[in-house]
């Protein structure tokens, strides 16, 4: 079983375009986050949502959206896609703050933007 | 805001030896966690070890453990017996006891050889 998954892998999509990227986690944490890591390999935060409520959102461009419908999931919807958000997007969860250890990333999705 | 450098971009070594990993942090948070994660060619983000910043003893995990020096502000990961497998991006993170941002190093690529 699959503890942070997301889904598409792999996302090719033209300029201008919207499309969502979604995560579920099945260990049971109470907050998720969304990381973009670009072309140089760093990872910065984009948002955090805790027991569904946003609780971080760093200075992201307002094409960007998160939804939590529910503790176990976090989406990202980009709208009218340009070049350099091509990037890896990866979901994370936690239980709290992670005190102990227990931060848990997705296996990531490849947006590329043509 | 929290800062963690890896100095060392690039790095080889031979199979069945050990690898030390630098990474420094700098934070005015007097309790945090700090983190190492391994990021193959594959592309996911996978979970070595944790170490908080009260703990007693150095963490360790199977073949990999964590030289914690808290008056240096150095968490290095030490990787022993090194396996051609062990050829990946290795992350060093750190995040505050009452926050749920993870701050990550620029990485340090190693390559096993044979």
């Known amino acids: 079983d699959t503890a942070v998954s997301q889904t598409p892998k792999y996302l090719v999509t033209q300029m201008g375009n919207d499309k969502s990227i979604k995560c579920e986690q099945n260990?049971?944490?109470?907050?998720m986050y969304w990381y973009k890591q670009d072309s140089k390999k760093f990872l910065k935060i984009m948002f955090s949502?805790?027991?569904?409520?946003?609780?971080i959102n760093e200075t992201v461009p307002n094409r960007f959206s998160p939804k939590s419908p529910d503790k176990a999931h976090l989406n990202l919807h980009i709208n009218s896609l340009e070049l350099g958000d091509s990037a890896v997007y990866f979901c994370?969860?936690?239980?709290?703050?992670?005190?102990?250890?227990?931060?848990?990333f997705g296996s990531g999705t490849r947006l590329t933007v043509v | 805001a929290q800062k963690i450098t890896q100095t060392q971009p690039g790095m080889f070594v031979q199979e069945k030896e050990a690898v030390t990993l630098d990474c420094t942090y700098d934070t005015s948070d007097p309790s945090y966690g700090l983190f190492w994660y391994k990021q193959p060619s594959s592309g996911e983000m996978i979970f070595l070890i944790y170490?908080?910043?009260?703990?007693?003893q150095n963490a360790t995990e199977g073949r990999y453990s964590l030289n914690f020096q808290k008056a240096r502000k150095s968490a290095n990961l030490v990787i022993s017996a090194s396996q051609l497998g062990d050829s990946a991006m290795y992350f060093c993170?750190?995040?505050?006891?009452?926050?749920?941002?993870?701050?990550f190093g620029a990485g340090t690529t190693v390559t096993v050889r044979a």
């Open positions: 994370a969860s936690s239980l709290g703050t992670a005190s102990g250890g227990g931060y848990t």
């Open positions: 949502y805790n027991n569904k409520e946003l609780i």
């Open positions: 993170a750190m995040i505050p006891s009452n926050d749920y941002k993870l701050s």
């Open positions: 260990l049971g944490h109470d907050t």
């Open positions: 170490q908080g910043s009260y703990d007693q």
